[in-house]
């Protein structure tokens, strides 16, 4: 059983430009959930994917943006980007229906806006 | 005032210590409760995952949650030097409409000295 993996790593951006990260969802989940944490703090929700659409959102801007595939996997879009937009941004898989709503962590992609 | 409240530390203990760690929290429509840990610059791994109010024993770490005082704590028997991290606790009414979203405390840093 593979766990949830994230891409890329690291990525530094200057300010208004646009991102997207990358996340595959552990094997036999259908749920995606995308997390923003800066630095000394806890994870922020920002929204969730299930069956390909939004369902569920947290006090972000729209220029954050998701999408999830077929396949399970999801994107998380970034535009005009802000220097407090600096953070780890955290993938997380769930199995809706599965029984178990438990989130499980990606590595994180580290995001450094100059 | 924060949903979730959690001390930020850090919390030196010596190994072989017992430690408490607690998290208030003002919602009363949270029913699932979990602890993740997370090392630096990694991504959060959980530790332990509680349904309504009560007691959960897994080898070292036994979770409390008391829903009456809205208070959760983790308990970690015979402490040790890799136990040093980042304790998250976080919190969710489950699946809903609006998806289900993890609310997290700020999280505490945890030294556990040899």
């Known amino acids: 059983e593979t766990g949830v993996t994230q891409s890329p790593t690291h990525l530094i951006k200057t300010r208004g430009q646009q991102v997207t990260l990358r996340c595959s969802s552990q094997s036999g989940h259908n749920t995606v959930s995308w997390y923003q944490q800066a630095l000394g703090q806890g994870p922020q929700f920002i929204f969730q994917?299930?069956?390909?659409?939004?369902?569920g959102r947290g006090n972000f801007p729209p220029r954050f943006s998701g999408l999830q595939f077929p396949n399970y996997s999801s994107e998380l879009n970034v535009n005009a980007l802000e220097l407090d937009d600096s953070a780890l941004y955290l993938c997380?898989?769930?199995?809706?229906?599965?029984?178990?709503?438990?989130?499980?962590f990606g590595p994180g992609t580290r995001l450094t806006v100059l | 005032q924060k949903e979730v409240e959690q001390d930020p530390g850090p919390l030196s203990v010596p190994e072989g210590a017992i430690v408490s760690l607690n998290c208030t929290y003002s919602n009363s429509a949270f029913q699932y409760f979990m602890w993740y840990r997370q090392y630096s610059r990694k991504g959060p791994e959980l530790l332990m995952y509680?349904?309504?109010?009560g007691n959960k024993e897994d080898g070292r770490f036994t979770a409390q949650v008391d829903k009456s005082s809205k208070y959760i704590s983790l308990f970690i028997r015979d402490s040790q030097p890799s136990d040093s991290a980042t304790y998250l606790c976080a919190m969710s009414g489950g699946w809903n409409n609006a998806g289900n979203m993890l609310t997290f405390g700020g999280g505490t840093r945890l030294m556990v000295k040899p």
């Open positions: 994917y299930y069956r390909e659409e939004e369902n």
């Open positions: 509680t349904y309504s109010s």
């Open positions: 997380a898989s769930s199995s809706r229906g599965g029984g178990s709503d438990t989130q499980y």
